[in-house]
Every structure is written in structure tokens, then in C-alpha cells.
């Protein structure tokens, strides 16, 4: 048995998760009734994804802010400038993607159970809400903006502490992050489980019926990670930007992909930081920052499933009601992680704009939760991927800038 577990950890993580996917695959198709306890391992991941990603931000964001000393300067402006164009340019390159190339939607049931929000305020309401939001529940909720704003302040209010209780949360941050890595090796078993759930539930025909609108929303995925997130790049350093883009979409991007949690690849884009010689003062709150709020992938989303909604019930969209679509698309993305369902349960927001029935955008949900198997770990692949790369782009453009100077 030791013999075996040396043999199996001895294969690369996404080897063995490409593994753990085929027998998924292969369970849900030969012998579903016999196998059902595959589904198990899923729903174990996914609970433990849950149970440490929140505990995770709060003590790494923590640890970070406290470490800074009051002299260090970080680029935190720069990288937060990066995070709000690639969201917005991400609805933007939605809304032209959807008129380029229009879908329309077999819609059906299954989202009568969530509840989205009724208007713009209301957004902004709960984000609000959410900011201020008891620290313990906003553990026990996962609410990561709440987590966020409690880690900051705490860290800015104990970096005066003695150093013996800043060592302490840096074991406990240290030790969190350990768990993740954990968790993460078991990814192989939770993944084969949730593949297996997602084909004996719906069939690859689900997958397969709305092909069209799955191409579309990860092609132009694709398109920002490798076309316009490049060329952004491109504008900051001023040199080839794809030998970095290829490098955190290889370890950053898969493993988001495969744990579908940009919370619980924290660790993953912290040891990228750091092998890619990164200032550790500034990506070591940048990456947590970036898990809350750089969501350009659900930018996409919002706007790509709205577009589709509009065409299926022949919307006419005029051109400002489509800039409009996209500011609002990116807004709601930057705030999804404060707002219960994620990007999926802000489309009825967007589809208000549109003058889209309720019941008709709750349809859309459910279709977005039937491709979610694909659509949602791209969008976490591009979330994750990007939060290194502009953390990256931002240093090196500093980096250039002082060279320059001096």
C-alpha cells in the first residue's frame, strides 16, 4: 500500500486529476447504479474547499497587513487599476462576442429556488451589508468581502503588536495554508466524484444541447486570457508578455480550474508570487484581494447568458443600452463573492435591463447551472490565473520605472 501512495503521488497533480476524471466519466456511463458512492467524494471536496478557503483569506490578509512596515512601499494602486480594466474589458469583449455571434436558449426549470437581487441598490446594499458583516458570520457564510475588510483592518491595527503575536498568526496562516495543499492533493477523488455526479444527473446530452452557447462563453474566455489580458500586459511592460501569461495559466490557471475555488488557490498564486521573484509585501495582499474582487470571468458570464436570454425572447439591445449592459455586467462581477449564487444568480439583474421577464431570467440560471461544470471552472481558471498576472505586470512595470529613475 505505501508502495502505491508513493507511486501515485509521484505522478504531476493535473496528471492524476485527468485520471481522476476519466474514471468519473467512465463510472457515470457504464455503471451509474453501482457507483453512486463515487458522488460522495465530490460532495467531501467541495465541503472542504468551503470549510478552509474563508479561514484562509482572513489569516493570510491578516499576516500580510501586519507584516508591512509603515517605510515598505507596495504597488497596490497599479494592481488595483489592472483588476477593474480586465473586469470591465471582460463585459465589454461579452457584449461584442454575443452580437458577433448570437445564441439563442432551450430554456429550463431548476433555478425556482434562489432568490436574485431586484435592482442595481440592492447590489450595492448588500455589498454594503456584507462589508460590515459580523466577522464570525461572515466566516460561517463565506461572505469574502466581509472576511476582507475584518482581515484589513485587523492586520493595520496589529502591525504595532509584539512580534511574538505576529509570529503567532503567521504559524496559524502558515498552518491554514498547509490544509489547503492538503485538500488540494485530494482534488483527484473530489473531481472524479463531481464528474461523476454532473454526467449521471444531467448526461453529457445536457452539455451537448447547449453546445453552441458553451462555445461562445468559453471562447471568449479564451479570448481575454490569451488576446486582451496579453495586451493589457503588453501596454504595462512594454516586452513579450505571453512567456508570463503561458506560466500562470499553466500553474495558476489548471489547478483554479480543476478546485473551481479562486479562494482555495490562494496558496498556489502565493508560491507563484514567490517563484517568480515577486515583492512579497505587495502580492501577499494583491492575491487575496484579487480572489474577492478581479472576476472577469463572471463579467463574461453575466453579460454573455443575458445576450442569449435577449436573442432567445428577440430583445431588440441598442447600442447604449449595451455600454450600459457591460459597466453593469463588470460592477456585479467585482462584487459576486458578496452576493449569495455568485455570477449565475446576478443575470436577473442584468436581464432587468433588458425588460426579461423574472421567471424567464431564473430559467437562465438553470441553464447556467447545467454548464456550470465547464463555464464555471474556465471563469475560475481566468479569475485566478489573472490575479498573478497583473500582481506580476504591476511589478515589472515598477521594477522598469525605478530602473529608469536611478
Given at each position: 500500500m505505501k508502495n502505491i501512495i508513493v507511486k501515485w503521488t509521484e505522478i504531476s497533480l493535473v496528471g492524476r486529476i485527468l485520471a481522476g476524471i476519466i474514471i468519473g466519466v467512465l463510472f457515470a456511463v457504464t455503471i451509474p447504479d453501482y457507483t453512486q458512492w463515487v458522488a460522495l467524494f465530490g460532495s467531501l471536496f467541495v465541503s472542504a474547499l468551503k470549510a478552509v478557503a474563508p479561514i484562509l483569506v482572513l489569516f493570510l490578509v491578516m499576516h500580510a497587513v501586519s507584516n508591512h512596515g509603515s517605510g515598505k512601499k507596495t504597488n497596490m494602486k497599479s494592481i488595483l487599476g489592472l483588476y477593474i480594466i480586465a473586469t470591465l474589458t471582460a463585459g465589454v469583449v461579452g457584449v461584442i462576442a454575443s452580437f458577433l455571434f448570437p445564441v439563442t436558449l432551450t430554456l429550463t426549470e431548476g433555478a425556482s429556488d434562489v432568490a436574485p437581487p431586484s435592482g442595481i441598490l440592492e447590489v450595492f446594499q448588500t455589498l454594503l451589508f456584507n462589508v460590515v458583516d459580523n466577522p464570525v458570520n461572515a466566516l460561517l457564510n463565506a461572505n469574502y468581502l466581509g472576511i476582507?475588510?475584518?482581515?484589513?483592518?485587523?492586520?493595520?491595527?496589529?502591525?504595532?503588536?509584539?512580534?511574538?503575536?505576529?509570529?503567532?498568526?503567521?504559524?496559524?496562516?502558515?498552518?491554514i495554508t498547509?490544509?489547503?495543499?492538503?485538500?488540494?492533493?485530494?482534488?483527484?477523488?473530489?473531481?472524479?466524484?463531481?464528474?461523476?455526479?454532473?454526467?449521471?444527473?444531467?448526461?453529457?446530452?445536457?452539455?451537448?444541447?447547449?453546445?453552441?452557447?458553451?462555445?461562445?462563453?468559453?471562447?471568449?474566455?479564451f479570448f481575454v486570457a490569451f488576446i486582451v489580458n496579453p495586451l493589457i500586459a503588453f501596454i504595462y511592460i512594454r516586452k513579450n508578455p505571453y512567456p508570463l501569461v503561458w506560466r500562470t495559466v499553466k500553474e495558476s490557471g489548471l489547478t483554479a480550474f480543476f478546485t473551481r475555488s479562486s479562494a482555495a488557490n490562494i496558496p498556489v498564486n502565493l508560491n507563484l508570487c514567490k517563484k517568480l521573484g515577486l515583492d512579497e509585501d505587495t502580492y501577499s495582499v494583491s492575491i487575496p484581494l484579487g480572489a474577492t474582487i478581479n472576476m472577469a470571468g463572471a463579467a463574461l458570464t453575466i453579460s454573455v447568458l443575458t445576450l442569449a436570454a435577449a436573442n432567445t425572447l428577440d430583445v431588440q439591445v441598442d447600442i447604449w443600452?449595451?455600454?450600459?449592459?457591460?459597466?453593469v455586467s463588470a460592477v456585479s462581477a467585482a462584487g459576486a463573492s458578496g452576493v449569495a449564487g455568485g455570477s449565475l444568480l446576478l443575470i436577473p439583474l442584468a436581464c432587468s435591463l433588458l425588460g426579461i421577464p423574472s421567471d424567464i431570467a431564473m430559467q437562465v440560471i438553470g441553464v447556467g447551472f447545467v454548464i456550470s461544470v465547464l463555464q464555471d471552472s474556465t471563469e475560475t481558471a481566468l479569475n485566478s490565473s489573472s490575479d498573478v498576472l497583473f500582481t506580476a505586470v504591476a511589478d515589472i512595470a515598477k521594477k522598469r520605472k525605478d530602473a529608469k529613475v536611478n
Open positions: 476582507l475588510i475584518w482581515a484589513l483592518l485587523l492586520g493595520f491595527l496589529l502591525r504595532k503588536a509584539a512580534d511574538t503575536t505576529k509570529t503567532a498568526i503567521a504559524n496559524i496562516s502558515e498552518a498547509t490544509l489547503v495543499k492538503w485538500v488540494i492533493e485530494l482534488a483527484p477523488f473530489g473531481i472524479m466524484g463531481l464528474v461523476f455526479t454532473a454526467i449521471s444527473t444531467n448526461g453529457i446530452q445536457a452539455l451537448a444541447e447547449y453546445g453552441q452557447l458553451l462555445i461562445l462563453l468559453l471562447g471568449s474566455i443600452t449595451a455600454i450600459i449592459l457591460m459597466v
